[in-house]
């Protein structure tokens, strides 16, 4: 009797554990990406167009990419990804972006990123280790605007469409050569060591941690900028 007293209290603080070890860097990192994504959405003129917004399947969000202190014009970044599963977003995956250069547009020593996964092929791709963007998954420069539509042969045919904001200025941007993947240590930080990335995204039972409601409220959200086309799924 005892045993059965005690056992769900021992369960459930063990259940507990799996976010308790999330850092205050992980909890910034969400943060930021949800200030980028709400403040992209809302930029009527300049912004990411809704219908391709609602059209994708995952969403990655690298938050001021920076140029890197250990190569000479290299650029490195941590940020976050979640895929769309009929009425809701996945838990948000930690990754993180590296290429040798891309210029950090007009000297900018820092960027925004916005990856637009569009179909189910690019989102499975994304859940391997050291994806090359542009040899191992398409990727092109995301079209501006409240009109913008994926108008040129490679933005149709593309798996990602990328997005930057620099300085004040947003636009596409062509990411080919970056090495995308999962953060392994802070998804294990944050989920503990028993999920894997393609648990997280895929919508296997993995609660999303207290501190992403506010990133998941940015991705739920329709921009101020629509015309009441409610996302796909919902």
Same mark, same amino acid.
């Given at each position: 009797?005892?045993?059965?007293?005690?056992?769900?209290?021992?369960?459930? +603080?063990?259940?507990?554990?799996?976010?308790?070890?999330?850092?205050?860097? @992980? &909890?910034?990192?969400?943060? =930021?990406?949800?200030?980028?994504?709400?403040?992209? /959405?809302?930029?009527?003129?300049?912004?990411?167009?809704?219908? $391709? %917004?609602?059209?994708?399947?995952?969403?990655?969000?690298?938050?001021?990419?920076?140029?890197?202190?250990?190569?000479?014009?290299?650029?490195?970044?941590?940020?976050?990804?979640?895929?769309?599963?009929?009425?809701? %977003?996945?838990?948000?995956?930690? &990754?993180?972006?590296?290429?040798?250069? %891309?210029?950090? !547009?007009?000297?900018?020593? !820092?960027? =925004?990123?916005?990856? +637009?996964?569009?179909? @189910? /092929?690019?989102?499975?791709?994304? $859940?391997?280790?050291?994806?090359?963007?542009?040899?191992?998954?398409?990727?092109?420069?995301?079209?501006?605007?409240?009109?913008?539509?994926?108008?040129?042969?490679?933005?149709?045919?593309? @798996?990602?469409?990328?997005?930057?904001?620099?300085?004040?200025?947003?636009?596409?941007?062509?990411?080919?050569?970056?090495?995308?993947?999962? =953060?392994?240590?802070?998804?294990?930080?944050?989920?503990? *060591?028993?999920?894997?990335?393609?648990?997280?995204?895929?919508? !296997?039972?993995?609660?999303? *941690?207290?501190?992403?409601?506010?990133?998941? /409220?940015? +991705?739920?959200?329709?921009?101020?900028?629509?015309?009441?086309?409610?996302?796909?799924?919902?």
């Amino acid at each position: 009797m005892r045993v059965r007293t005690w056992t769900p209290l021992i369960w459930a +603080l063990c259940a507990g554990t799996a976010f308790a070890a999330i850092s205050t860097a @992980e &909890m910034n990192r969400l943060r =930021d990406s949800a200030n980028v994504v709400r403040e992209l /959405r809302d930029m009527p003129e300049k912004g990411i167009p809704e219908d $391709l %917004w609602n059209r994708a399947d995952c969403v990655v969000v690298i938050p001021s990419m920076k140029k890197a202190a250990f190569g000479i014009g290299g650029e490195y970044g941590r940020g976050v990804m979640s895929c769309r599963h009929a009425n809701a %977003w996945s838990a948000p995956l930690f &990754m993180t972006l590296a290429k040798g250069t %891309w210029g950090l !547009q007009i000297g900018a020593e !820092q960027v =925004d990123l916005v990856l +637009l996964v569009m179909n @189910e /092929r690019g989102a499975e791709k994304m $859940l391997q280790d050291n994806i090359s963007l542009g040899a191992d998954v398409s990727v092109a420069a995301g079209p501006v605007g409240r009109s913008g539509t994926a108008s040129t042969d490679a933005q149709f045919s593309a @798996e990602i469409l990328s997005y930057s904001r620099a300085a004040g200025v947003f636009a596409g941007i062509d990411l080919s050569g970056g090495v995308l993947k999962p =953060d392994k240590d802070s998804n294990t930080d944050v989920y503990g *060591p028993g999920h894997v990335a393609r648990d997280i995204v895929m919508g !296997q039972g993995v609660a999303v *941690p207290a501190a992403a409601n506010d990133f998941m /409220r940015s +991705l739920s959200s329709e921009a101020r900028a629509t015309t009441g086309k409610r996302p796909r799924g919902n």
